[in-house]
């Protein structure tokens, strides 16, 4: 069965990276057991997602902590992927979303020179 793997994140020093990989998985595989086939849980970019979903694998998703879905669906790590599945790992979130709107629509003070 042909899924595809999907990530888009930064690493520490905040350079944009992207992994993006179409592979074969048996079929009843799930999201969990294509991650780890995928070798992807080693990337020393992903160590913190691969700890996550080490202690994640049977919880339920909510809808704050939730880093995995499908087709942007947040999805248990346990769910049974289906032919043609995009498995994406969220980032977390840097700040609020609502928050950098209020903060990018507040007003900036300008100090005016004297005037000759």
């Known amino acids: 069965m042909d899924i595809a793997l999907a990530f888009v994140g930064e690493t520490d020093d905040g350079a944009g990276v992207q992994f993006y990989e179409e592979m074969q998985v048996a079929a009843g595989s799930s999201i969990y057991q294509a991650l780890q086939e995928s070798g992807w849980l080693l990337r020393a ?22 880093f995995v879905g499908i087709y942007s669906e947040k999805r248990s790590l346990t769910d049974v992927l289906a032919q043609g599945d995009r498995i994406e790992i969220y980032r977390a979130l840097s700040s609020e979303p609502m928050q950098r709107r209020k903060r990018r629509s507040k007003p900036t003070v300008r100090k005016l020179g004297a005037r000759s």
């Not at 970019?45 to 939730?66: I, Q, S, V």
């Open 45 to 66: 970019e992903l160590a913190d997602f691969a700890k996550w979903c080490a202690d994640n694998a049977c919880a339920t998703p909510n809808h704050r902590a939730w």
